[in-house]
């Protein structure tokens, strides 16, 4: 079976005169407009041809061995003709047969330095394997062509980074990227948009091309065909329409309709969910078929028996690079703690053996809403309904993983840190500042509020040091907190509104103490930690409120925080 081969007729190299409004020729369709710009330029350019069924497979994985045979000969058309009469060491890898269809290319690359195998610790880089049969990953993609394509990593010398970060950021700042994560598996249409940019690139159409895929070229001429369309209508004499019968309720759709993720970070960790805002990451689950490609036809998602889950109005799905796969909603048929996305056909296809995810935001509702505060929320499993693609079998999938808990509030606390020095010189004496603290966080808005009400500080203590009569202040104020010591734990009880509130900008608290340093003390020192930051059903050191719910946790791991280091 043929995979995107490019022409041998590409040599030597021509300027491309991209077309980006082709209809493709194949029988199966683009998956967005992007890729359908690409593949049709390519293919009109005679760079790209499909499969002897008639079909392109758009979706289909791209292995290492096909992508250079596609690499090296667009390298073949950039280079003097000369360079093909020159020998090639066939037997370059230890996994690549002399004889095998993609030796040459593979081996070509190997001599020019465009790769050089998958390094070991420890193995001579001649024994190093190339891996043809495996996916090619969107890292390495970028490199290949950015060295094909004779532009410059953007290097960092002073980074401590990973080998492919210099060529995302080239790739980034020439708009040549495609906006996906490192170790990402390319598909043909992939595959496709990538040579397309790179081409356009060195042509100098890049421009026109990233319009093409955003449909702003088509939508401009729309827009004038319309309106010389109405101005002929105004001047029509047999035109007696009312103007507003002309209006249609049909819209197209946007044929590049990706949506990214806005929250980079999906992090699956017990968690605040805010009122009025999507939810952090709540759960995710792999998606895998042995036997063949799977299309998948419904995602559903499932709430513990335990979870409250008034607030939570539908659950957003993504893929593993954060691309927005659909709306899930509360499905009765279903189940009272079920959330259904339908998905198109076609629309999310699984490859044989391969490994994907999808993930889950929830969509909460505001306080004012139907929001409620203090509810639980947990997600019990992500089921995934599909049919096989050659078989059309029925399959279902099922995660089996425990999933974090997170609870709702109308307001969060985003952070707690240290307010002062990291280090300071100890001294003795009464009313010692002994630590301070900063608190923020973010409110809903409306009738929310963010207050610390109660604060178990642990001192650390060295060499005979003691501390007592603790008092709370804010910068600023003389009104005074009294504390509760007991041995190395200080806890700061019905902290009052004009020390704890901290809703419409950080607040830092004030601890001090009388601190005693024993005579002949070698190493004195003293450091105050807010140590355990709780859990749902377990109380922490902190203890707060959003105006609605008191909560004894907080979204950190441990310690929460600690203070300067006071020493010798």
């Known amino acids: 079976m043929r995979l995107l081969i490019l022409i041998i007729g590409l040599i030597p190299y021509v300027a491309f005169a991209l077309s980006y409004d082709t209809e493709l020729p194949y029988t199966d369709s683009a998956p967005d407009l992007a890729t359908k710009v690409s593949v049709g330029a390519l293919t009109e350019e005679g760079i790209l041809d499909g499969n002897p069924d008639g079909s392109f497979r ?25 360079f093909i009469d020159e020998v090639i060491n066939l037997s370059c890898f230890p996994d690549v047969a002399s004889e095998a269809w993609f030796a040459e290319p593979i081996c070509r690359a190997k001599q020019y330095g465009i790769v050089h195998g998958n390094s070991r610790e420890g193995v001579d880089p001649q024994f190093w394997f ?54 990402h598996k390319l598909t043909r249409g992939q595959v496709s948009r990538l040579v397309a940019r790179f081409v356009a690139y060195e042509e100098g159409t890049l421009q026109e091309l990233l319009d093409a895929e ?67 990451a709540l759960a995710a689950v792999e998606i895998f078929l042995d036997a063949e490609p799977l299309d998948v036809t419904k995602i559903i998602v499932i709430f513990t028996a335990a979870s409250s889950i008034t607030s939570i109005e539908a659950v957003k799905v993504y893929n593993e690079n954060g691309k927005y796969l659909g709306r899930a909603n509360k499905d009765a048929t279903a189940g009272n703690r079920h959330y259904v996305l339908n998905m198109k056909n076609g629309s999310l296809v699984i490859q044989k053996q391969e490994t994907r995810h999808v993930y889950v935001r929830a969509i909460v509702s505001g306080y004012k809403s139907g929001g409620v505060s203090g509810e639980d929320v947990e997600v019990q499993g992500i089921n995934i309904e599909g049919d096989g693609y050659w078989s059309n079998r029925s399959y279902s999938q099922g995660s089996s993983d425990d999933f974090p808990e997170h609870e709702t509030s109308q307001s969060v606390v985003g952070g707690v840190s240290n307010a ?45 040091v003691t501390v007592s009569n603790v008092e709370m202040s804010t910068p600023g104020s003389t009104d005074r907190l009294s504390c509760t010591t007991a041995g190395t734990s200080v ?42 930051p709780g859990s749902i059903g377990s109380a922490g050191d902190i203890t707060w409120t959003d105006g609605a719910s008191t909560f004894q946790w907080v979204p950190f ?10 020493s010798w």
């Open 557 to 566: 791991s441990s310690p929460v925080v600690r203070g300067t280091y006071y």
């Open 491 to 532: 806890t700061c009880s019905s902290i009052p509104a004009n020390f704890g509130t901290f809703k419409g900008s950080p607040r830092t608290l004030i601890l001090y103490g009388d601190v005693t340093i024993p005579n002949g003390a070698q190493r004195p020192s003293l450091q105050v930690i807010i140590s355990s």
């Open 130 to 183: 190339f891996e043809p049969s495996r996916s090619v990953q969107y890292e390495e993609a970028l490199k290949v062509l950015i060295n094909i394509y004779d532009i410059q990593p953007d290097l960092c010398i002073e980074c401590r980074e990973e080998w492919y970060e210099p060529y995302i950021r080239a790739a980034k700042g020439r708009n040549l990227d495609l906006n996906l994560v490192p170790g």
């Open 214 to 280: 955003a449909g702003i070229e088509k939508e401009a001429e729309e827009t004038e065909e319309a309106d010389e369309a109405e101005e002929m209508t105004k001047n029509d004499p047999m035109n007696t329409d009312d103007e507003e019968s002309s209006d249609s309720s049909e819209t197209s759709d946007s044929s590049d309709s990706s949506i990214y993720d806005s929250d980079p970070d999906a992090t699956r960790r017990p968690n605040m969910i805010l009122l009025g805002q999507d939810s952090p």
């Open 58 to 82: 758009f979706n289909k994985l791209l292995n290492r061995a096909e992508f250079m045979k596609i690499t090296m000969l667009l390298h073949q058309g950039l280079q003097d003709r000369s």
């Open 420 to 464: 002062g020095s990291a280090q300071e010189l100890l001294v003795a004496g009464t009313d010692i500042p002994i630590g301070s603290f900063k608190f923020a966080g973010v409110t809903s808005g409306g009738t929310s509020d963010l207050r610390v009400t109660d604060i178990v500080f642990t001192l650390g203590l060295g060499d005979g």
